[in-house]
DNA sequence: ACTACAAAGGTGGCAGTGTCTACATTCGAG
DNA sequence: CTCGAATGTAGACACTGCCACCTTTGTAGT
């Protein structure tokens, strides 16, 4: 507890949760290694330690963002009720984090991470969608959704729900109103999931 | 035609060609002013003069592809046949474009632009939803749509196809081919936007 | 208890970038 | 023909990521 210890001894987390915050407020072209390192009253150089590029900080913070998306997302997923409640609820989790944490989400699917950190970040994004097949089977088990590879439903109703949170980010959306337009899709997705009459 | 003459006459379209080329093989963060004043042999402030940032630079390679994305979308719904048949063309054309310039559409939906082109790729982009929406109207017409506003319809639309480019960029539809994904979406979405039975 | 080593942080430097200001050249309208 | 505006040039500044090397600290082994 000296003024100024010469190891900081939580500098990889603490270099975690300054990055999340200048992230959700400046982008992550805003995120500088030099900049965070002032703040954290630490060497420019000393970031290097714990994160060999700024691409390996930005690759971090997407796996990050994964954990908490997919716990939200597990969290909807287990609610009670139907398996089409859940999965509206399920919609209305994803659209809610997507909303809310803006530059993340681009962190989280734009592509341009490193080859190693690339598989870690596929298995995270693969998890959530199987938390939407898991309930698309059960839906199909109650027969209130059309027979098929319940991971390939679960790709369509993740992409309805993804585009919708980019729209909305775009401000494509004009003056629709989020709630409005997602109460739509859920509609019309699970319509479209349902057996055909 | 002398050997380099003072002023370059086109400087502003060889920026913009030579940038949308470093943008699709390089992306949007390895496009740099410097290096593509040098590429076309004029000094490394010579681009200020047409682009006052990177950033309008950025601008400009979006709106040049909205532009060209409304041209493809316009042209698939121009396409003879039934509304519902020119919707699926309409989305295969979207796909199409998204899965062939995937840093130009990251640059064109993640909004972080300036404020006064801004206002400009929203209409650009309002411009695509409404070919859709009259291709929804028409259905609608025809009665093989839900009644409703349309453009909401094109809205819940272009999510689903959106999101799906998304899923196919970030690698998350793994092992599923594009195409039967695609397959898939178009008939969940139009039995979705199909009248209820 | 001492030593040796590895982890964590610090210093300095390099190449590259975006942007600003001041200056040079060219073009085109009057 | 002249003069101003458009276009391009030269230089500088602050900033960035990254690298090589040095210093401090904690710890494990004898």
Redesign the interface.
């Given at each position: 507890m000296t003024d100024s210890p010469y190891h900081h001894g939580h500098l990889r987390t603490a270099l975690l949760e300054r990055a999340e915050s200048v992230l959700a407020q400046s982008?992550a072209?805003g995120l500088s290694l030099r900049a965070l390192a002032r703040d954290l009253g630490v060497s420019h150089a000393a970031p290097a330690r714990h994160f060999r590029d700024r691409q390996a900080l930005l690759d971090a913070l997407a796996v990050s963002g994964f954990t908490r998306l997919n716990a939200a997302l597990r969290g909807a997923a287990a609610a009670p009720g139907p398996p089409s409640a859940r999965l509206t609820a399920l919609g209305r989790a994803y659209v809610e984090f997507a909303v809310t944490h803006p530059p993340l989400l681009?962190l989280m699917?734009?592509?341009?991470h490193a080859e190693d950190s690339?598989a870690e970040l596929?298995e995270l994004?693969?998890a959530g969608?199987g938390v939407a097949a898991g309930l698309i089977a059960e839906a199909q088990a109650a027969g209130t959704a059309r027979p098929?590879d319940p991971?390939?439903?679960a790709?369509?109703a993740?992409?309805?729900?993804?585009?919708?949170a980019?729209?909305s980010?775009?401000?494509?959306?004009?003056d629709?109103p989020l709630d409005?337009?997602l109460d739509?899709?859920l509609?019309?997705?699970?319509?479209?999931?349902?057996p055909?009459?």
């Open positions: 982008g072209d681009a699917f734009t592509a341009k690339s596929r994004g693969h969608l098929g991971a390939r439903l790709q369509v993740f992409s309805t729900l993804h585009g919708l980019t729209l980010l775009g401000g494509l959306l004009d629709t409005e337009a739509l899709a509609e019309v997705l699970l319509a479209g999931i349902a055909a009459s």
